[in-house]
């Protein structure tokens, strides 16, 4: 004969509200305190993207809990957008001042021995966080009469054989031109200092560019950014912030050395 139903024992029921005030006053604090401590400390990605990802997701799951899914996924996906901006790569690009240091060696610049003088000059540098999928390209041109000739780039970045190195790390990141004469004429070659890793195109050719007036241009680069940093040669030369280099070439006619970046 079966018991009668107010004799069976049931598991008691955990209140909806117990369930939200459990998350969002004892889990959230202790997980978004301990996310903090390991990305303050490099194990994780960066602090803004740990507090966005962990303040929208909690609230995401008190609304879904408080059977309010339709706020509780937009909240998800404004957390998801926020963590997508602050993950995003920046570096900033400045004029190099006599300050910064010059380097014994650059990379992009062969080196030669003590009989060949090679002059160097600071032209840029760029500084802001790098990921190990941060990458900077940089080429120099040279530009005649509206025609383009790569002299040479390359692509700098961080080593990935660093083990515990943080996801995020700051870099400084010094670009130069180096210039050396030959009988054929001076040759001027674009270098970088200050990376881990770097690959490139090497290449020379000499030129007769007389830097009667250098222009540099300070930007803020995030990923996919494309632009002219630094130009040298002909007076009144017509060059913008967001200008490309066709269309450079297109607007000059003259004689010039154009350094070109790009962040991705």
């Given at each position: 004969m079966n018991a009668p139903e107010s004799a069976v024992e049931r598991s008691p029921l955990v209140p909806t509200s117990y369930v939200v005030r459990t998350t969002c006053w004892i889990v959230a604090p202790i997980?978004?305190?301990?996310?903090m401590i390991g990305a303050c400390a490099g194990f994780i990605p960066p602090w803004p993207v740990v507090m966005s990802l962990s303040v929208g997701f909690t609230a995401a799951i008190a609304f879904v809990v408080a059977k309010k899914p339709a706020i509780g996924v937009a909240v998800a996906l404004i957390a998801l957008s926020f963590s997508g901006w602050f993950l995003r790569s920046v570096v900033d690009v400045r004029a190099a001042t006599a300050t910064d240091r010059i380097?014994?060696?650059?990379?992009g610049i062969d080196s030669y021995e003590e009989d060949v003088a090679v002059t160097y000059r600071n032209?840029?540098?760029a500084t802001g966080t790098?990921?190990?999928g941060t990458w900077m390209s940089a080429s120099l041109y040279h530009v005649n009469g509206g025609n383009v000739q790569e002299i040479n780039a390359f692509t700098v970045g961080r080593s990935p054989n660093r083990i515990g190195a943080?996801?995020?790390v700051d870099m400084k990141l010094t670009l130069a031109l180096g210039d050396r004469d030959t009988p054929a004429g001076r040759v001027t070659q674009l270098g970088a200092a200050g990376h881990s890793r770097g690959g490139g195109r090497g290449g020379e050719m000499t030129h007769d560019v007389v830097a009667s007036s250098t222009e540099s241009l300070p930007a803020r680069f995030t990923s996919g950014t494309k632009r002219i940093v630094y130009v040298e040669g002909d007076n009144g030369f017509n060059v913008g912030s967001t200008m490309t280099l066709a269309e450079f070439a297109r607007r000059n006619k003259g004689n010039y050395l154009v350094v070109e970046l790009?962040?991705?």
């Amino acid at each position: 004969m079966n018991a009668p139903e107010s004799a069976v024992e049931r598991s008691p029921l955990v209140p909806t509200s117990y369930v939200v005030r459990t998350t969002c006053w004892i889990v959230a604090p202790i997980a978004l305190v301990s996310l903090m401590i390991g990305a303050c400390a490099g194990f994780i990605p960066p602090w803004p993207v740990v507090m966005s990802l962990s303040v929208g997701f909690t609230a995401a799951i008190a609304f879904v809990v408080a059977k309010k899914p339709a706020i509780g996924v937009a909240v998800a996906l404004i957390a998801l957008s926020f963590s997508g901006w602050f993950l995003r790569s920046v570096v900033d690009v400045r004029a190099a001042t006599a300050t910064d240091r010059i380097y014994e060696r650059y990379f992009g610049i062969d080196s030669y021995e003590e009989d060949v003088a090679v002059t160097y000059r600071n032209i840029a540098v760029a500084t802001g966080t790098f990921t190990l999928g941060t990458w900077m390209s940089a080429s120099l041109y040279h530009v005649n009469g509206g025609n383009v000739q790569e002299i040479n780039a390359f692509t700098v970045g961080r080593s990935p054989n660093r083990i515990g190195a943080p996801h995020w790390v700051d870099m400084k990141l010094t670009l130069a031109l180096g210039d050396r004469d030959t009988p054929a004429g001076r040759v001027t070659q674009l270098g970088a200092a200050g990376h881990s890793r770097g690959g490139g195109r090497g290449g020379e050719m000499t030129h007769d560019v007389v830097a009667s007036s250098t222009e540099s241009l300070p930007a803020r680069f995030t990923s996919g950014t494309k632009r002219i940093v630094y130009v040298e040669g002909d007076n009144g030369f017509n060059v913008g912030s967001t200008m490309t280099l066709a269309e450079f070439a297109r607007r000059n006619k003259g004689n010039y050395l154009v350094v070109e970046l790009e962040l991705h």
